[in-house]
Nanobody, 118 residues
Framework: QVQLVESGGGLVQTGGSLRLSCTAS????????MGWFRQAPGKEREFVAA????????YYSDSVKERFTISRDNAKNTVYLQMNSLKPEDTAVYYC???????????WGQGTQVTVSS
């Protein structure tokens, strides 16, 4: 079973940037599309961004388009989320997962907390 470990979260001011990382165990990382999701307090987990197996296809939710960039390094079994121009409404726990479309299909990791202060 693939295990996912997210890191890179923290406290940042409005307009700041953070880069999240998610490293997967196992040998099959490059066989799956990967995605980022987030869950704010009192809300359901929502899709943020996804990237195809080879890193060519990328797509984003409307709320983060033009501000966030997803990328991956298959040699390192890692997917990244570069977050720029952060807003208070981006505050959430961020998770990565294998995806089919915009749906996470594997086991969830512990996530990494992102807090954006106004």
């Amino acid at each position: 079973q693939v295990q996912l470990v997210e890191s890179g979260g923290g406290l940042v001011q409005t307009g700041g940037s953070l880069r999240l990382s998610c490293t997967a165990s196992g040998r099959t990382f490059s066989s799956y599309g990967m995605g980022w999701f987030r869950q704010a307090p009192g809300k359901e987990r929502e899709f943020v961004a996804a990237i195809g197996r080879s890193g060519v296809g990328k797509y984003y939710s409307d709320s983060v388009k033009e501000r966030f960039t997803i990328s991956r390094d298959n040699a390192k079994n890692t997917v990244y989320l570069q977050m720029n121009s952060l807003k208070p409404e981006d505050t959430a726990v961020y998770y990565c997962n294998r995806v089919v479309g915009e749906t996470g299909v594997g086991s969830w990791g512990q996530g990494t907390q992102v807090t954006v202060s106004s």
